[in-house]
């Protein structure tokens, strides 16, 4: 019976079936096996099975270190999908929106651009307002004045219409017609649609923080 717990151990991916031990093969062995005794066996490797041993890709996370690895060891899986954690991570929030008549402050914006005097409209911004308006980023209040004068300068009027406008508190949300004339009577009169978000500041809410905003585009 000893020989019965003399095992050979066996690699992680072998097959190991079990055979006679060698001392235990005696000539008498089909005697025992009439007999009811017990053979004693060993194990013999036979074959080895194959399994993947590409590595697993993973997305490594700034908040999570794999231990006994360094931060950009990406060769072990992680407990959750970095899609998982961005989700997770995302803010949420809920606004009640009002649909109001447009303010007197966002008029006169408009009114500052449309008669191209750049004027005391733009105080509806903090000193370091963003905006970013279709390919354009702008980053401060002058920033946003100079770029807007030089694009009216390169040779149209234009006359801004707001015709839909709602109040988040937070966040005002508004759309209209921009009517685009051009100084050359040559060339047609455009009405690009133009749709905006105005992001207000926290400290002063009476202020624009962040201007994202598109126009047009006045041709196909």
Known sequence: MQA?????????????????APEHQADDADGRAQRGEIQPMKLRTTGVI??????????KLD?????????????????????QHKKRNQETATLAFAKTPPPEWLLAFW????????????????????????????????KI????????????????????YW???SLKVFRGIVTMKPDDGSKPTVKP??????????????KVRSWIGSVGPAAF
């Open 50 to 59: 194959n399994r993947h041993h590409q590595p697993v890709e993973i997305h």
């Open 63 to 83: 908040d999570q270190t794999i231990a006994g690895h360094q931060s950009d060891d990406r060769q072990a899986p992680l407990s959750r999908s970095a899609e």
């Open 167 to 169: 109040d988040g508190g």
């Open 111 to 142: 009114k500052e651009i449309d008669d191209k005097t750049f004027g005391q409209g733009f105080d509806c911004f903090v000193e370091d307002a963003t905006c970013r308006l279709g390919v354009a980023e702008w980053n401060g209040r002058e």
């Open 4 to 20: 019965l717990f003399q095992p050979k151990i066996a690699f992680w991916n072998q097959c190991v079936p079990a055979e006679a």
């Open 193 to 206: 649609v133009m749709t905006h978000f105005f992001y207000m500041d926290e400290a002063d809410p009476s």
């Open 145 to 164: 004045r100079e770029n807007l004068r030089a694009f009216i300068d390169t040779g149209f009027t234009a006359l801004h219409e707001v015709t839909e």
